[in-house]
């Protein structure tokens, strides 16, 4: 595989514009969670209109576990707005006119001379977009579904969330202590701070 595109690998901060034509770079989507990468080959194939559906349909989940999307299709903005509205994504759409993606990753699709996609891929990133897992999706078995999607975020969100288990001996005496730097969406505030803006939990 190309560098960029193997487990371990600090995937390219790409930046391009947005279906609102605004300049996004992928680390500023990102933030600190993580993020489902789905590089498509564009509007006009079926079989992204298929995984996008499923991907909105599973979005609610994804939004509540603070995790992050980003898309980016070949389209030019108007194209990847149309794309987007489409699906009924409510994650960003970048425009790749340009083939930089493909060009940069080595995965021009060099069947479809016509179109000039790129071989979809969808990856799964923790934070600072270092790869977790790869799907390549140029037959549509290959692209993961929610359960394998799931099974990925869960193992980032494990490895990442010191509070993924607020049993861990210490935790509590650090919270305690109104020390929240170890519990994620409290740090900056004293855990009474904390307890009284999100009495829910996470």
């Not at 999706?137 to 929610?146: I, Q, V």
């Not at 509070?163 to 935790?171: E, F, R, V, Y």
């Amino acid at each position: 595989m190309q560098p960029g595109l193997n487990p371990g690998d600090t995937f390219p901060d790409f930046q391009l514009p947005d279906q609102t034509r605004k300049t996004r770079r992928l680390s500023e989507i990102q933030g600190d969670d993580p993020m489902i990468l789905t590089l498509a080959r564009g509007a006009y194939c079926p079989k992204e209109h298929q995984q996008h559906l499923e991907l909105a349909a599973f979005y609610p989940k994804i939004a509540v576990a603070y995790t992050k999307v980003a898309t980016i299709t070949p389209d030019p903005p108007r194209g990847a707005q149309e794309f987007h509205d489409a699906v009924g994504a409510q994650w960003p759409f970048l425009s790749d006119v340009r083939r930089t993606v493909a060009q940069g990753l080595g995965i021009e699709e060099y069947t479809d001379p016509s179109h000039q996609p790129m071989i979809p891929h969808t990856l799964v990133l923790a934070p600072r977009l270092v790869v977790h897992s790869v799907y390549n999706g140029y037959w549509f078995w290959g692209r993961p579904s929610t359960d394998d999607l799931w099974r990925d975020l869960r193992y980032i969100t494990r490895q990442i969330r010191p509070d993924w288990d607020i049993t861990t001996p210490g935790l509590r005496q650090r919270w305690d202590a109104g020390d929240t730097t170890q519990f994620y969406g409290h740090h900056g505030t004293t855990s009474g701070e904390a307890t009284e803006q999100t009495p829910n939990g996470v």
